[in-house]
């Protein structure tokens, strides 16, 4: 058991907010995710019971995302008027050239279900292992694995202009209905 | 579509673990600044094998900061407070002079303001403004404009004349376009509190969700950011 130390946190802010990003599917809105998740962790002192930073950062962000999209639910329709629009920042990446890249692929990591987001982006965004990741999402670790290789496999067909697209993603999602609701069985 | 996005899954997993995308810097000072902030001051070496009971401690003290919620002026002497409860109270009160009408020059605002922070146009989105008052606590200004919706609830939007704005503790915060919002529970009202131009805004109405308050609360920020 030991305290954590909040200093320890800041080397993390880098994987959290590409994490965040590919969550959400925009910088502006990772950036909140970001600043909320370390709020939260920051507001009370936390002891960790033999975990790693990184895990327990990505228990907090689920939560904080999954608060954010019930809240996100629940406010007023606005229509265009509320559109978040903010300057972007123009140096995402140390290679220029990956902007592009690294924008498309995580727009298509946010675009697909939840709980497949998720998995995705604990162990080949944040790197989790299988076993942390599955603790982090409160799964089994099959199921984790499950959704991980469903994940993968979609974002691919997806990615590959003439590959039958929408009719495997249909599958795979209504394949994955009953996961997705229960979040326990593979 | 990029020539260089992956196809297959092990292409995916490697594309995935190259990327190297850096936080915004201002994202990395905000972090900081809020580690600062909650780090607590060098311990002695005896000292440390009390952090669990510190920490039980210091949880206790975080649950009495939430009971206590005050605003304590900038700056100012500790006979000068200004509540939580007062700047909820006026939002409550009755408006004592007419509607203000809306800037001819900006369809985000209201020709109202305090020290040139405008209160929010919000006809498009459904809130009517009906009227404004203000009133003296703790020798600032504090102005209010109330606003209705279709179904008759009523929204009070203060505005603490003065900065420093009032340093305020307690409720949730909640981020929005990098400002944070702090979200409180007063007798039976959910209100938001932030600043603007250092400025303290309050924002409340009875029956009015949270995440209605947070979202017509930001929603101004965000639309001067673009217009």
Known sequence: MRTLDPQSLTQHVDRLYRAAWALCGSREDAEDLVQETFARVLSRPRVLHGDDDLYYLMRVLRNTF????????RRPVTGAALEDVVAADPKPTSRPEQAFE??????????????????????????????????????????????????RNQVAARLTPDAPRDSEIEREEKNAGGVLSSGGTP | MSERLPKTESELIER???????????LHRKIEAMVAERTPARRSPGAIRWQPVAAVAL???AVVAVLVISLVGGGGSSSQRLTVRQ???????????????????????????????????????GWR???????????????TVFYVNGRGQRIGY???????????????????GGTPYRLLKRDGSHVVVWQRNGHLCVVSGHGVSSATLLSLASWQERHTLTS
Do not use: C, K, M
Not at chain 1, 106 to 124: G, K, W
Not at chain 2, 16 to 26: F, G, M, S, T
Not at chain 2, 98 to 115: D, I, R, S, Y
Not at chain 2, 129 to 143: A, E
């Open chain 1, 66 to 73: 999954l608060t954010s999209l019930r809240t996100a639910s």
């Open chain 1, 102 to 151: 690294v924008q498309e692929l995580y727009a298509t990591i946010a675009e697909l279900p939840e709980a497949f987001r998720l998995a995705l982006v604990a162990v080949d965004v944040l790197g989790l292992s299988y076993r942390e990741a599955a603790r982090a999402l409160r799964v089994r670790e099959a199921t984790l694995t499950t959704r991980v290789f469903r994940a």
């Open chain 2, 16 to 26: 995935l673990h190259a990327i190297d995308a850096r936080a915004p810097e201002e």
């Open chain 2, 59 to 61: 949880a206790a003290a």
């Open chain 2, 87 to 125: 700047a909820l109270a006026l939002t409550r009160l009755p408006a004592t002079t007419a509607a203000p009408t809306e800037n001819p020059h900006n369809g985000t605002q209201l020709e109202t303001a305090v020290g040139g922070v405008a209160f929010p146009y919000w006809e498009h989105l």
């Open chain 2, 129 to 143: 403004s009906t009227g404004t008052r203000s009133d003296q606590i703790s020798g600032r200004t504090v102005t």
């Open chain 2, 158 to 176: 203060a505005i603490v004349a003065g900065t420093p704005a009032p340093a305020v503790d307690g409720g949730v915060v909640s981020w929005r």
